[in-house]
């Protein structure tokens, strides 16, 4: 791709639809976030229990337990056999996840992700353009070596450094507010990706990411763009894009208009920026591999540069 | 672009094999990482019925869902660079001590066995073991009557007990010392919570120690001796023992 003299996206798209359905999905995924956030505090804050636990393990209402597979699978390579509470939770996730949309976890749960979108959009106001650029594939590296850290080491290792986990717990167990340590962590991600890469953390490095878009690969919601045909080719939608390598395919004439690579993270920032509403957030048929294609293929295909 | 036929193929392997040296390297960082998760500060205390530490570091998932059910607030979640390895629930017994719960809700609460079920007697949690550290300092060991420590265990006269010595300063007194007994004691902490010193004359440590440990190989003759039912070597001679045997013996000097 080549854009000589990109524009700030965003104005466009307020001009052509007006201040709040150039926002609306942004908006709806950060009252998600707040809102997953908010089942966790209600307890601390009002006594008002909803949801206990972390989002490493929680129980909510009383009933329903859900776990995070990545770390399950961290702690049963380890050598752990856990217990039902915590593998029903596991299943329910991965399930859930599986069918929908893996890194819907990236932009719709994840407290990590305001912090790069921050750093990305004040990377735009500025126009940096410039910054390392990290090989998509690090992250599959990443959490290859995470689980086999955990299988040498007999530790669920990642959840010593996870910043996901560890500044959902600190912001649900209060030391974020006591001045802890995570701050150092978050803000650490938050230069890394201002300064020094692109998207660093989130479309570069973390394992957590990585394994919700392989678990998520053949999951039925996805963006599309059904109006392609509109398109003036303006490059709002790839600079907003936290994976903008996934968008090109979709907008091509030929082939199909679903953007179908496993790196999506259906955030719909595609969709709010475009001033000719190209895109759309749908159910779609996913795309199984082909007979004959090893199933990781597809996948790796399509987190290599273009 | 490489124009040997061979190039892209070639190229192919060697990407994948720096990929794979580089997970490796990844994973030997990381692991590195969370090796220091493994020290466990001494002042930190792991909930009732946590697994051996190597195997609890391998089963928590760092939830909190065992520090939300306890009604005493005495767990916490280790914070980053921490006393316990992040995330992992402990708690320190000069703050707030476990205060042995009979229906033990933290165990019940945690989802993945990390806070092992088998533990359903709360007499038989062994969070550590309280030692009395302070032979200087402890009030009872100076000669006063103290005995808080003993009166709040909630094991009292079994876990911690007053053992009686002589007051060589002033000849005519008794000493009331504290002696916990390790294999009965839980480590709830309550004694060294309520220590009246500045800085607690009994403190309750991890068991491994607290308690010390004999080399796997040390066999105690009299144990071996009660297992076997009869002496371990046949036809030892017992000569009549020579030199000084203390009249209080009645002659029957049995090393
Ligand atoms: S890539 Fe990782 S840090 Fe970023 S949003 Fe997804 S899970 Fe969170
Ligand atoms: S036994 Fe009771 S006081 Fe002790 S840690 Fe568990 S819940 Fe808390
Ligand atoms: S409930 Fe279990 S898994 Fe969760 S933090 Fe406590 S000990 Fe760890
Ligand atoms: S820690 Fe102290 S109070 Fe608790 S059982 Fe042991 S001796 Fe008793
Ligand atoms: S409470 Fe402290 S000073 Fe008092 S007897 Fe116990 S150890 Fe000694």
Redesign the pocket.
């Known amino acids: 791709m080549s854009a000589p003299s990109r524009r700030r996206p965003g104005p466009a798209a307020v001009a052509a639809k007006g201040r709040l359905r150039a926002n609306g999905w942004l908006i709806a995924r950060r009252t998600a976030q707040a809102a997953f956030l908010a089942l966790f505090l209600t307890g601390p804050l009002f006594g008002v229990w909803i949801t206990k636990g972390t989002l490493a393990a929680s129980e909510t209402l009383g009933v329903l337990p859900l776990t995070d597979p990545l770390v399950l699978a961290q702690s049963l390579l380890a050598g752990h056999a856990p217990e039902t509470a915590a593998v029903i939770g596991a299943i329910l996730v991965l399930g859930a996840y599986a069918l929908l949309r893996g890194r819907l976890y990236c932009s719709w749960v994840c407290p990590i992700n305001p912090v790069t979108d921050a750093a990305a959009a004040l990377r735009r106001r500025l126009g940096l353009k410039e910054g390392t650029a990290l090989n998509r594939r690090l992250r599959h590296m990443v959490l290859a070596a995470v689980l086999l850290a955990s299988l040498v080491t007999g530790v669920v290792v990642w959840e010593a450094v996870n910043p996901v986990t560890l500044l959902h717990r600190s912001l649900v167990f209060g030391s974020l507010a006591a001045g802890g340590l995570v701050w150092t962590v978050v803000a650490a991600i938050f230069l890394f990706d201002l300064a020094v890469a692109p998207r660093g953390w989130c479309g570069h490095l973390c394992p957590v990411g990585a394994f919700y878009a392989r678990v998520g690969r053949f999951g039925t919601v996805a963006v599309a763009a059904p109006r392609r045909a509109a398109c003036d080719h303006c490059m709002d939608c790839y600079q907003v894009c936290p994976e903008p390598h996934v968008i090109a395919p979709a907008l091509r004439d030929t082939g199909t208009d679903v953007i179908h690579s496993p790196d999506c993270t259906a955030c719909g920032r595609c969709i709010d920026v475009c001033p000719h509403d190209v895109f759309a957030l749908g159910l779609h048929r996913p795309r199984l591999p082909a007979a004959g294609t090893p199933v990781g293929a597809t996948a790796l295909r399509q987190g290599d540069p273009s | 672009m490489s124009a040997s036929p061979e190039g892209p193929g070639r190229r192919r392997v060697l990407a994948a094999a720096a990929a794979v040296c580089g997970t490796g390297f990844l994973a030997l960082l990381l692991g590195r990482v969370a090796a220091p998760s493994r020290t466990l500060a001494a002042t930190a205390l792991r ?2 019925g946590a697994l051996a530490e190597a195997d609890f570091l391998a089963a928590c998932v760092r939830c909190g869902l ?1 520090v939300r ?4 607030d ?2 916490r979640l280790a914070d980053l660079a921490d006393a316990a390895a992040t995330g992992t629930p402990y ?1 320190v017994a000069r703050e707030i001590p ?4 009979e229906d ?4 019940a609460a945690c989802p993945t066995g990390a806070l092992t079920k088998t533990l359903t007697r ?1 007499d038989d ?1 062994r969070m550590g073991s309280a030692v009395l550290v302070g032979h200087e300092t402890c009030l009872n060991v100076l000669g006063l009557r103290c005995d808080v420590c003993y009166r709040v265990c909630p094991l009292i006269d079994t876990a911690i007990r007053l053992e009686m010595r002589h007051n060589e300063r002033t000849g005519r007194h008794a000493h009331l010392i504290p002696v916990v007994d390790t294999d009965v004691c839980t480590g ?1 902490g309550k004694c060294e919570k309520s220590c009246v010193l500045e800085e607690a004359a009994i403190k309750v440590l991890p068991a491994d120690l607290a308690r010390g440990r004999l080399g796997d190989h040390y066999r105690l003759g009299w144990k071996e001796q009660e297992r076997a039912g009869k002496p371990l070597v046949d036809g030892i001679i017992d000569l009549p023992d020579r030199g000084y045997v203390p009249p209080s013996l009645n002659g029957e000097f049995r090393p």
């Not at chain 2, 059910?69 to 005493?72: F, R, V």
């Not at chain 2, 033990?104 to 165990?107: A, D, F, G, L, Q």
């Open positions: 909930p009732p065992c059910d306890c009604p005493y005495t767990l708690f476990c205060e042995m719960c033990i809700p933290c165990v709360i949690a709830c």
